[in-house]
Nanobody, 115 residues
Framework: QLQLVESGGGLVQPGGSLKLSCAVS????????LSWYRQAPGQEREFVALVDRNDGIIYADSAKGRFTISKESVWSMVYLQMTSLKPEDTAVYYC?????????WGQGTQVTVAS
């Protein structure tokens, strides 16, 4: 059973940076991709970034040029480096693993961008 635990969220000023981490336990070679999503109050959860088993990477338009996703080679950790943060980046950020047709979610970590 996969378990994902996010960390690294917090309060940051506009223009600042944060690095989110997602610890993945129970991972194995069947994990096909790890992703970051976010959900702002009153809004639907939205895709932020993905890295697949072949190190292919996809970003949402809102993340391009500002966020960087990376992973440990054995899927034990996935990171989201966020720079030039904006108030509209305020949300709960979730890590998701995809394996054998199923999604596995973490509990989320709050990111608040405010002065």
């Amino acid at each position: 059973q996969l378990q994902l635990v996010e960390s690294g969220g917090g309060l940051v000023q506009p223009g600042g940076s944060l690095k989110l981490s997602c610890a993945v336990s129970g991972s194995d070679s069947r994990v096909q991709a790890l992703s970051w999503y976010r959900q702002a109050p009153g809004q639907e959860r939205e895709f932020v970034a993905l890295v697949d088993r072949n190190d292919g990477i996809i970003y949402a338009d809102s993340a391009k040029g500002r966020f960087t996703i990376s992973k440990e080679s054995v899927w034990s950790m996935v990171y989201l480096q966020m720079t030039s943060l904006k108030p509209e980046d305020t949300a709960v950020y979730y890590c998701k693993a995809y394996r054998d047709g199923y999604d596995y979610w973490g509990q989320g970590t709050q990111v608040t961008v405010a002065s």
